[in-house]
């Protein structure tokens, strides 16, 4: 039971998370929005008995996806004036 | 306005799709067959004690080839696009990063270069395997570049490092088809008691170059997108 | 309907509305960064609806270690084999993400604009 109380509000959490990645105006508040909605799925795979994607999904995408796209946006900015 | 109308038919194309899917699924209440097969013969036949690491370099050894191929086929592409070039490689003006993220990285980057090193070499006892280890190593390189910019390792080790993995990866595999029954077979070394550390064959030195390869690429990727500060 | 509340339906819901937002984010923005953010949230939807078929109820995760017995294996472990497949994608998600960015950057570079409305180089 609890484990379903637990889904349903990480479920709640990454869609409304989701939803600000796209719709936001800030680019920095879109990036690290996707970097929480890696975050919460892979506490969600967690719950789905599958630790090895939960470790690979943290370490890739909520670290280096995040690294990454903060690089390019400061060799724009940068390129910018 | 034709184009708006367009998306929405797409959209609620795919959400057709995707509802069918969500509606005709029954929760499993058994393993499948292959399943089963790979539960009750893993142990035996492959020795490793997590079974997602079994099926990722024994079962289907092939597809981890695969993926090998295409990281490789990406990390060589941006460095392509993103070349460096050196003419004023000297006089990059260095901003002085801050005391706390000096003080903070020296402690914290031999400690997680330790910790990935453990993760991959430990893949066949729990959860872990080269491409979590990889992604570890990755994180901590990074780090120690964004801190200390002028302690680089050069793009050329990284290279070297890269490509003796993936060989290695790859004539390990060739050995498995000259010495035991297929690609990839890690009969080669012995069987030894399970769930210690010098069991299950060869997985251990496969998964150490799997790892090694996926960090340094990774790595290299990083790099690639921050070394580029002139443009032709 | 209340016995469809559990554990699998509920992650195969999130996993296909994500999957839909992802897809709707890359079709409605203008700028080239939002997209390429479109692209990996439309990677995250697709792994999570990949494990959560591989769910078997109240089992656990497929490691044998001394708290489960090896003997018994093929009843208390959920399956495997969707996992191995999704380790192997999130690598590859990460590589095609660094690669549309480089992408994006030569796009800059030339021609110093971030709308996708501005390269029309290939409409006729």
Redesign the interface.
Known sequence: MLNIILAIFLGILILVLAVMAVQNKNIVVSIIAAGAVSLFASVLYLLLAAPDVAMTEAAIGSGLSTIIFFYVLNKIKRQDG | MVKDSFIILVLIGVAFILANLFAGFTGNIDLSAVANHYAENGPEEVGSANLVTAVVVTYRGLDTLGEVTILFLSAAIVGFFLKVENKDHKNRELKYTSEILNTASQILVPIMLLFGAYVFINGHLSPGGGFQGGAIIASGLVLMFLAQPKKAIGHKLINIVESISGVSFVLLGVAGILFASGFLDNKILSLGRFGTLFSAGLIPIIYIFVGLKVGSELTGIGLSLRENQDEA | MIEK??????????G??????????L???K?L??I???F??FD?GI??VM???????E????????AID?TN??NI?????P??????A???G??????M??????M??KK?S?EINHYKDLKW
């Open positions: 509340f559990n554990l699998e339906n509920i992650s195969l819901a999130v296909v509305l994500v999957i839909l937002i992802g897809l709707w984010g079709l409605t923005q700028n960064i939002k390429v953010i479109g990996a949230l995250t792994h999570i494990v959560s078929i591989g769910y078997i109820k089992r656990t995760a497929p490691i044998l270690d001394e090896v294996a093929s472990i959920v399956d495997p084999i996992q191995a497949l999704v380790l192997t999130i690598v590859i990460l590589g095609i993400t660094a690669l960015l480089s992408y994006v950057l030569r800059y570079h110093k971030l």
